[in-house]
């Protein structure tokens, strides 16, 4: 079904012809999809969209409760791990904007050099690390402070600027809230906003620390039971056996033993026997294995994997830490994406504001060459034939060309024998003289096969009767035998020759 059938459908039967009415075109150009034509109409007038982070929804808090989880152990220690194999990229640049395959203006340029000059009175990895507090918070607001310099905006300075500041409305406008009540969409090229997988539903972004509130407040519950198990049954009993049925002496007795546990010395008297006792069994583990589980939910939602961040119990082989360990660098490069956005946007709006029509510069990282993979596939090269020159791992491995010798390299010249060309020709000659010593058999062979068919052919007085003799004939021949034979002497011989000359050993004879 066309597009104008598939529309005749939606409107009753009643089909619209776009090339020729306006109000078809309009209706293409107009969001169909709002949240006032929606079933969330209620959210509409409401100002800023209610957070709709489902763990803080149900518990009925806001974002802000989630910057005391970094406070335990496993969330700072996993945030740490996360960001770092980010930061410590400190290879990147901002390159001037051009066109696939052509080279940049000078504009562009001269846009590129002034955004790095005003770079450099910022602090860019304390930027970088408040950028990368997005996939933990939903997003992180950066302002942009504009300084007026020779009819220039130059940037005195970036600032990242507490979130719960700020929000989208029911336009899924970004928006300040100004004194803490009404809500207004900020200036454009002021702010920049790092999100963590935001969508239409959610611009706040899909916030990792709010997953881990449920498991850092169960271990916290786990531990307090834990120091209360340990304070009460980790230190040995002292049970006294008293007989009698005087209190006085049972109560002397009593504190005759509280100094013991004091002082670990006491004498006791009244009769009765004095037992030490220490706790045994694993009912203590039971507090320390939930522990141990909620700090690997911290680790998996934070890092998605666990081994980087614990011992694991003393479990797990190496290629499962070397899996667990790929997943990181997976999260780091996602971060790093995510760095690289909000730098491009940054400064896409520096382009906008001091050359419209040019060109903005782009940010990237450096990646540092991998030589381990160049080598191995160098090394298949050489395999399969290929020989390098000095000039190939002076350009692939920026090694110098008096710090290296190439193996059979002799002056610049092809890495095999001088007397490569001299011992190919000996190979053909051979060759032809094998050929030229079985090829007689082989005609002889095929030349009284022939003869012997023309005699059939004679003595035949129909063409059925030939068919019939050839038959026979053909039957108890072996000649076809011989031939084949001949011929994969000839073959089989050139083969080996072949291979036996090029390894360098064949001689003549």
Known sequence: ???????????????????????????????????????????????????????????????????????????????????????????????????????????????????????????????????????????????????????????????????????????????????????????????????????????????????????????????????????????????????GGDETKRQQMLSQLSTMVQDAVAVISGGGNVDIHDVSGKAGALHQDMVKHWDSAVSRVIMGQTLTSSDGGGAGSYALGQTHYAVLEDYAECDETLLATAMNDLAWSYGQVNAPGELSPVFEFIQPEDHMSRAELDGKLKESGVRFRKAHYTRAYGLAEDEFDVEGDDAGQPAFSSDFAEAEDNAQRILDDMVTKALPKAVGIS???????????????????????????????????????????ILIAAELYGRYSVEGGGDES
């Open 447 to 489: 030349e009284s096969m022939v003869n012997e068919i023309l005699t059939l052919v004679d003595k035949a007085e129909s063409y059925e009767d030939l068919q019939i003799l050839l038959g026979e004939a053909l039957s108890g021949l072996a000649s076809d035998k011989e031939l084949e034979q001949a011929m994969q002497e």
């Open 1 to 243: 079904m066309n597009f104008k059938g598939m529309w005749a459908r939606l409107t009753n039967g009643t089909s619209q012809d776009f090339s020729d009415q306006p109000a078809g075109r309009e209706m293409l150009l107009a969001e169909v999809a709002t949240r006032e034509t929606s079933g969330d109409s209620f959210l509409t007038g409401l100002g800023l969209l209610p957070d709709p982070d489902p763990v803080l929804r149900k518990r009925g808090d806001d974002a802000t409760v989630l910057r005391d989880l970094s406070a335990d152990d496993a969330v700072c220690t996993a945030i740490q791990s996360r960001k770092i194999k980010t930061l410590n990229k400190r290879n990147f640049r901002f390159s001037p904007g051009a066109l696939d395959g052509q080279e940049p203006n000078e504009s562009a340029v001269a846009l590129c050099r002034a955004l790095e000059k005003d770079l450099e009175r910022v602090d860019l990895l304390a930027l970088f690390s408040e950028i990368l507090d997005a996939p933990y918070y939903g997003y992180t607001v950066i302002e942009l402070l504009w300084r007026a310099n020779a009819g220039a905006m130059r940037l005195a300075d970036i600032v990242a600027k507490p979130r719960h500041w700020f929000g989208w409305n029911d336009l899924n406008q970004f928006c300040f809230l100004e004194a803490g009540v009404s809500e207004k969409p900020v200036p454009p090229h002021k702010f920049v906003v790092a999100r963590h997988f935001p969508s239409y539903e959610n611009p706040y972004g899909l916030r990792l620390l709010s997953r881990c509130l449920w498991p850092v407040a169960f271990k916290s519950g786990g531990v307090r039971f834990w120091m209360i198990f340990a304070e009460r049954f980790g230190i040995p009993w002292v049970i006294g056996h008293y007989t």
